[in-house]
């Protein structure tokens, strides 16, 4: 059975997942401005002595962005690192899909209808996009965007279910796209273990990573973080 190691470091929230036979172990909390000082006790407690590939680990998920710009450097700091040290691919996964995966997971919402995924963006501004899910893997209709609230569009006229904390915004949203919103839930955050089900779908096609390519996604185009190689660093 095939065994992922998955970080999610984008949100407020800090979780580490380790999917192995089907099953699920995940150390997870809510910790602003604490993840690298709890990432890598949360690691050691899922795989205690960091040999990752003696351990069966296959695969590297993480929660690529958009989201906290800390956040994601944190991310992606210590995947590439286990990537390299333990010669094992890596698997980027939106943070606004594992959201809106989470939020189905957890009973906040439903399968049947369309998820807006909304994270608060700082600065008055939101990251958005919109997801079906079909037996626990999100399929991506619209963005990722980042814009003012007010100025949030999404084509068509269906109904949507709104995830996030970005939905704290929901009153600046323009009024034709309120109308659509049958459910907000602004206390979901991405979690690790939500990360797997599109990590899974994408090794089965070969759709990874190498260590070198491990990177944030911003969204944001003026912003740019440097990897390893690029720091003059070691791995």
């Not at 690691?43 to 990752?52: A, H, I, M, N, V």
């Not at 962005?65 to 994601?72: D, N, Y």
């Not at 999100?138 to 939905?167: F, K, T, W, Y």
């Not at 915004?169 to 599109?198: C, G, I, N, W, Y």
Request: proline share 6%; aromatic share 6%; with cysteine.
């Amino acid at each position: 059975m095939t065994t992922i190691l998955a970080i999610d470091t984008a949100s407020d929230a800090c979780s580490v997942a380790l999917y192995r036979e089907g099953v699920y172990e995940q150390r997870y909390a809510v910790a602003p401005r604490q993840h690298s000082q709890i990432i890598f006790s949360m690691l050691s407690e899922l795989l205690p002595d960091g040999r990752l590939r003696q351990q069966g680990v296959e695969a590297i998920a993480y929660g690529c962005g958009p989201g906290s710009f800390t956040g994601l450097r944190i991310a992606a700091s210590a995947v590439q690192g286990l990537a390299f040290a333990n010669d094992l691919p890596a698997i980027p996964v939106s943070t606004l899909a594992c959201q809106a995966v989470g939020a189905v997971r957890l009973g906040l919402i439903d399968e049947s209808t369309p998820i807006l995924s909304v994270l608060d963006a700082r600065i008055n501004e939101i990251y958005a996009a919109v997801y079906t899910i079909s037996n626990g893997v999100p399929r991506l209709h619209h963005g990722p965007v980042v814009c003012a609230p007010e100025e949030l569009q999404i084509d068509g006229e269906n109904a949507l279910q709104a995830v996030g904390s970005g939905c704290v915004f929901v009153d600046k949203f323009p009024a034709a796209l309120r109308h659509r919103l049958v459910t907000v839930v602004p206390e979901a955050l991405p979690q690790a273990m939500d990360l797997v089900p599109t990590a899974l779908d994408r090794l089965a096609t070969g759709d990874v990573q190498s260590a070198a390519q491990v990177q944030p996604v911003y969204v944001r185009d003026e912003i740019s973080w440097k990897k390893i190689s690029e720091q003059g660093k070691r791995p």
